[in-house]
């Protein structure tokens, strides 16, 4: 499963891709930014590995990834008032592209599959790049997922107090269903359960992607 966004008449900008090992660490760094509480890295590796269940993606943005790897190229150039022969220079670090891949990662999300039911686990977006609709980006990523994987609805928990992503969620049909008390350990905040309908309805699949046209237009003529 992979999504990519072409800004008119450039380059592809945003990519979702499917999570893997190398990118855990910037993923907890956002998850850090994101969350009063976090998994450890332990749990993500645990996951990808372990988890058949379990299904991780990561949003890129192309843009960080070139103008990283222009820097690294433009600091390589050679200098001409340089003392040493360059022989005697430290040899250019090989991380120089995985590391401009890893900091192009600018959000990530998850989901469990149940039997029919995709379980939201997690989606965030760095602070720096929110507002742009890339946070629901990455929910319609999660629910064409759930579509690939069989599941016949999507359900989450949300904070009560998160109305930011109560929004997110009911713009995509999610309604309340119940309320778990006291979920969140770190603050005793309860939770909101919230479910899509059928996601096969015609009637759902059909306002999804009336609103995944919209997002993908808005997201290519930003
Ligand atoms: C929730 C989150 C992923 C949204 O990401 P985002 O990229 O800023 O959101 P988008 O720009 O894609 O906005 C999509 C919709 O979300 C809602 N929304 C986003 N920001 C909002 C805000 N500040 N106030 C109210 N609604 C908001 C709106 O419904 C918006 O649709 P609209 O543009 O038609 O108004 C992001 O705020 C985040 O990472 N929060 C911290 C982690 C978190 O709380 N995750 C959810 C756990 S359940």
């Known amino acids: 499963m992979q999504v990519r966004v072409r800004q008119k008449g450039k380059k592809v900008r945003y990519v979702i891709d499917r999570m893997t090992m190398l990118d855990v660490p910037r993923v907890v760094e956002i998850e850090r930014l994101a969350y009063p509480s976090t998994w450890p890295p332990s749990a993500y590796r645990k996951e990808l590995q372990d988890n058949r269940w379990a299904h991780y993606v990561v949003l890129r943005d192309k843009q960080i990834a070139d103008e990283r790897v222009a820097t690294v190229q433009e600091a390589d150039k050679p ?12 040899s250019r670090p090989v991380a120089a592209v995985p590391s401009s891949d890893l900091a192009s990662i600018i959000g990530f999300a998850g989901l469990w599959l149940m039997v029919d039911e995709a379980h939201v686990t997690t989606i965030a977006m760095h602070p720096d790049f929110r507002r742009l609709g890339l946070g629901e980006l990455l929910l319609v990523s999660l629910i064409d997922i759930s579509y690939e994987i069989g599941a016949k609805w999507v359900t989450l928990e949300v904070r009560v107090s998160n109305y930011t ?8 049909g999610f309604r309340e269903e119940g309320l778990r008390h006291r979920y969140y350990s770190d603050n005793n905040e309860d939770a909101l359960i919230m479910w ?6 015609p009637s759902y699949k059909e306002k999804f992607q009336e609103l995944k046209t919209a997002l993908l237009k808005k997201l290519e003529t930003q």
């Open 165 to 172: 992503a109560q929004n997110l969620y009911r713009k995509y």
């Open 79 to 90: 200098r001409r008032n340089r003392l040493f022969p360059l022989s005697l220079l430290p």
């Open 196 to 201: 899509t309908e059928e996601i096969h309805a």
